[in-house]
């Protein structure tokens, strides 16, 4: 190998006898992500409605938690400092109100579940058929560079992915908030 061209003995990458070996790498584009108003832009005012209903319950819910918590801690409270009387009292009310707290925990977590979880799938839903309207009308040229095979595997994992994000996603990020 020449020296004065800059190559040592040896390359970097080469084999044993000392040939070069060609090293491509591809550098693969993100693909563009669509804003949340876009994603939104799609749906349907009664969509919209089902999407709000779960959100009201996803809000609720996430109420639930800290209320557990106070209830809680007055019971601790009054185990601290009350007689025995009125320990029991107090607890029985506190008990009352922590089943009604987890009825309505289990009436809006429903909402959340239900609306939220329909609204990601009708979404999907209409994506999918503007995928699949998307595909259909590309050039041929198109369809020679894709692997045909792998085409509907791609369109059902980015559907579903969607319908994911859509759903359960969006609904724990709303109840954690």
Known sequence: MASAQGFSEKLDGA??????????????????????RKMFSLATPGELFIFALGVLGALG???TQPAICILFGGVLDDIGGSSANTLIDNVGKVCLLMVWVGIFA????????A???????MQ?????VMYFDAVI????????SKDTAALPVEMS??????MEGFGDKLGTSIFAF
Do not use: C, L
């Not at 289990?106 to 579940?113: E, H, L, M, S």
């Not at 609306?115 to 990601?120: E, P, V």
């Not at 009308?137 to 020679?144: G, K, R, S, V």
């Not at 994992?157 to 969607?162: E, G, H, Q, R």
């Open 15 to 36: 084999d044993e006898a000392g040939a070069a070996k060609a090293v491509v790498t591809v550098e693969k584009k993100a693909p563009k992500m669509a804003s949340i």
């Open 61 to 63: 819910n996430g109420v």
């Open 106 to 113: 289990t009436v809006v977590a429903g909402f959340q579940v």
């Open 115 to 121: 609306g939220i979880k329909r609204f990601g799938e």
């Open 124 to 128: 999907g839903m209409r994506m999918r």
């Open 137 to 144: 009308h590309q050039d041929i040229a198109w369809f020679d």
């Open 157 to 162: 994992t980015n559907m579903d992915n969607v």
